[in-house]
């Protein structure tokens, strides 16, 4: 734990919105109140690299010189950003880390969305102590996937695109998806189903947990699953990918 008084910050990048808090790490809590500021429409590592400046000036009296983890909705390889789902795809290929490290003078962690909530909820939330492979599954706008074996996560899995049926599994179980066609918690946790028993088929996992806005609504879906693996709603909702970079940032500069 750091001595001072400081958090280390983290700072979610999405597709409508990035939003950012000082993280206390004790407590697995956001420090202050959550700053929002609209995804600039054209959302490219500069506009977003704007964006997250005017974050950390809002918190630079909370922060002091602790490390920032930002989350993209990406694959993030050693700093360099892969794919990008609902961001400029001026991304793929940048070496982000590096760019946001230079116009923030800061140690940066960049790493995936999904990965940060698997941190949060592994530290925090609903995955706390839990032994062996655990896999978290954001569903959201698309599926993002955390993998996590005894507490080390396996960072960039990308398992919301398995192929089920002959479709990308994104595209038809996502959260977003079920909004978009107007089906009932009924009809989706059918595909749900076939997308957890694939899921659990080809991992094997301890435990399941589901994250994402509509975690919140999970007693309406989760008792209609029948798998064969341990699956229950995430706790930190909103605040896990937040939580999540800022306890990944913090890790790193110890290492
Ligand atoms: C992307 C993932 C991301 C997930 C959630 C998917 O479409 O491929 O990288 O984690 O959406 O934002």
Do not use: C
């Not at 500069?46 to 602790?66: L, P, Y």
């Not at 229950?232 to 909702?237: D, E, F």
Request: no cysteine; proline share 4%; hydrophobic share 40%.
């Amino acid at each position: 734990m750091s001595k001072s008084k400081h958090h280390p910050l983290g700072i979610d990048v999405g597709g409508s919105g990035i939003k950012g808090a000082p993280v206390d790490l004790k407590a697995g809590e956001f420090a202050q109140k959550r700053k929002r500021i609209d995804t600039p429409e054209k959302s490219t590592p500069e506009a977003v690299a704007e964006v997250i400046a005017e974050i950390v000036d809002h918190f630079a009296d909370q922060i002091g010189d602790e490390p920032i983890g930002v989350t993209v909705p990406a694959v993030v390889q050693h700093g360099t950003v892969r794919t990008a789902a609902n961001i400029d795809k001026s991304w793929i290929d940048s070496d982000a880390e590096k760019l946001l490290e230079k116009r923030l003078g800061r140690d940066i962690t960049l790493l995936n969305d999904a990965d940060a909530a698997g941190i949060g909820e592994l530290r925090y939330g609903a995955a706390k102590h839990a032994k062996g492979l655990v896999v978290l599954t954001t569903l959201g706008t698309g599926i993002g996937t955390a993998i996590l074996n005894n507490g080390e996560l396996v960072p960039n899995s990308e398992l919301g695109h398995l192929e089920i049926d002959g479709h990308d599994a994104e595209t038809r179980a996502a959260s977003s998806i079920k909004d978009k066609e107007g089906i009932s918690y009924a009809e989706w946790a059918k595909r749900l189903q076939r997308y957890y028993s694939h899921l659990e088929a080809l991992l094997w996992p301890d435990l399941i947990v589901v994250g994402g806005g509509v975690s919140k609504d999970a007693d309406q879906f989760l008792p209609l699953l029948d798998l064969r693996t341990e699956i229950i709603p995430a706790t930190l909702k909103n605040a896990a990918g937040i939580i999540g970079a800022a306890r990944q940032a913090h890790d790193n500069v110890q290492d």
